[in-house]
């Protein structure tokens, strides 16, 4: 079993719809919790990093940690076309130095 | 803004070559990694750097190696490419968390 399971997609909404995106985990451990986007042919650019439990917003997207549950979900409203990308959750747990685990991703597509 | 720099977007090489991959990060970041990003694998740890000299094996080190002679730049050798090392390469670094990535090399080995 992996440590981070996430489901590869491929996921297709239409434009402004609220997209879900999540991740599980087994290692309860784990304390630092971030979400990338990326981009075809790019790198990932960080969204969203969060400490501990609780929720993050920042604009359009809010990301959730339910360290209970070992859980953590990525939220986008009113997504648009440009949302279009690979998501990957990544997780890391204290003091290891900042490795980090990813899950493998998911493959978005916003159609307008 | 974290800026980490790819010295090269896209590379050929053939095999049994020695490959340098170049990063450069401009925070002053402690710690640098290399990933190498496959279809179906995902991101996958090389190597990464705690400080300058330093170095510590990720989960596929084989086959490769690293420098890192200024806290900045960190280097990724392939000793003598093989053709299983066909891959986009990403470099990130970070102070503690999170980590920040450039955009990677797509190395092609022929």
């Known amino acids: 079993q992996k440590e981070v399971e996430q489901d590869p997609g491929p996921l297709s909404v239409p434009e402004g719809a609220i997209v879900s995106l999540n991740c599980t985990y087994s290692n309860s451990a784990f304390q630092y919790f971030m979400w990338y986007r990326q981009y075809s042919r790019k790198g990932p650019e960080l969204l969203m990093y969060t400490y501990s439990s609780g929720n993050k917003e920042d604009g359009r997207f809010t990301a959730q940690v339910d360290k209970s549950s070992k859980y953590i979900s990525l939220f986008i409203r009113d997504s648009q076309p440009s949302d279009s990308a690979t998501y990957l959750c990544a997780m890391s747990p204290w003091g290891q130095g900042g490795k980090l685990i990813f899950g493998q991703g998911t493959e978005l597509s916003v159609k307008p | 803004d974290v800026k980490v720099t790819q010295s090269s977007r896209y590379l050929v090489k053939r095999t049994g070559e020695k490959v340098f991959l170049e990063c450069v990060q401009d925070m002053d970041h402690e710690n640098m990694f290399w990933y190498r990003q496959d279809p179906g694998l995902g991101l996958r740890l090389i190597y990464f750097?705690?400080?300058?000299?330093?170095?510590e094996k990720g989960d596929i080190p084989e086959g490769y190696s690293v420098s890192r002679e200024k806290k900045e730049r960190f280097s990724l050798i392939l000793e003598s490419a093989s053709t299983n090392q066909t891959s986009m390469y990403l470099c990130?670094?970070?102070?503690?968390?999170?980590?920040?990535f450039g955009d990677g090399t797509r190395l092609s080995i022929l």
């Open positions: 990130a670094s970070a102070q503690n968390q999170p980590q920040h």
């Open positions: 750097s705690y400080d300058v000299k330093m170095k």
